[in-house]
């Protein structure tokens, strides 16, 4: 059996890899242009934001600590806030340019189908497709919702927090595969929660596939082509594992 047909964590990991090969594909590069030029912007404001936030606090709150502590605390509140703002940014990044990750799921389809048709367009199907698309995020926002509150809990209490950057790792690697899956999905009029029941039952291929790309949001320069990868990747994961159920 093909190695990526099979649903463990190592299959979800290398879906995303072979999404980095595929946004280099003639036919498909065109429709990356736009997503890549959103995520640079947004994951610009959220470093700068970040990096200000962290030296608000270290200046503010721990002025007469000794630099050692300084230090091992600002790299601590670094990567749970790194884990934190670029998740949430991911999803911000997704919903921005939605619009452009569907055309860019698309293309990525026909290469990976070509005796797939060309989808097209209507403006009536459009207005059916934005309504139906803003519902699907509502929901999707509370069930984000529902879940990242606990985690904002268990974030601040001493001792407990300690497990907090896993947890919200994994989080972001769920979601991340959800939001992605999003893309292809939405092309064949299946849109959120309707991604769940399938990816419960794949919960390893799921993170597998979101820690990859969660990963990659966090390398510098690397995370501005995570967004167009994880939609390409997750295209490619449908194909192999979703569009037959």
């Known amino acids: 059996m093909n190695a990526l047909a099979e649903g463990g964590f190592i299959a979800g990991a290398r879906h995303a890899v072979l999404g980095l090969r595929l946004i280099t594909r003639p036919g498909i590069r065109a429709y990356v242009i736009?997503?890549?030029?959103?995520?640079?912007?947004?994951?610009?404001v959220a470093l700068?934001?970040?990096g200000s936030a962290?030296?608000?606090?270290?200046a503010n709150y721990l002025g007469n600590w000794p630099d050692w502590i300084k230090s091992v605390i600002w790299g601590l509140l670094a990567l749970l806030s790194a884990v934190m703002v670029f998740f949430t940014f991911s999803i911000v990044a997704?919903?921005?340019a939605s619009p452009f990750n569907g055309m860019l799921a698309e293309a990525v389809e026909?290469?990976?189908r070509p005796e797939m048709s060309a989808m097209s367009f209507s403006w009536k199907r459009f207005g059916a497709d934005l309504w139906r698309t803003v519902r699907s995020e509502l929901k999707k926002l509370i069930y984000i919702a529902l879940r990242a509150l606990p985690l904002l809990l268990l974030s601040v209490i001493p001792g407990l927090n300690a497990a907090a950057p896993l947890l919200w790792f994994m989080f972001g690697a769920w979601m991340l595969?959800?939001?992605y899956l999003d893309c292809p999905l939405s092309n064949h009029q299946q849109?959120?929660?309707a991604v769940l029941t399938p990816m419960r039952a794949r919960r390893r291929l799921a993170l597998g596939f979101g820690g990859t790309i969660t990963l990659l949001t966090l390398i510098p320069v690397v995370n501005f082509i995570?967004?167009?990868?994880?939609?390409a990747g997750a295209t490619a994961l449908y194909c192999r594992h979703l569009s037959d159920s």
Do not use: S
Not at 226 to 231: F, H, K, R, T, Y
């Open 34 to 44: 736009i997503p890549l030029l959103i995520n640079i912007v947004l994951f610009t």
């Open 48 to 50: 700068i934001a970040l």
């Open 54 to 58: 962290l030296d608000f606090v270290v």
């Open 94 to 96: 997704n919903l921005v």
């Open 110 to 112: 026909r290469h990976l």
């Open 177 to 179: 595969c959800l939001e």
């Open 191 to 193: 849109f959120f929660p």
């Open 226 to 231: 995570a967004m167009p990868i994880g939609v």
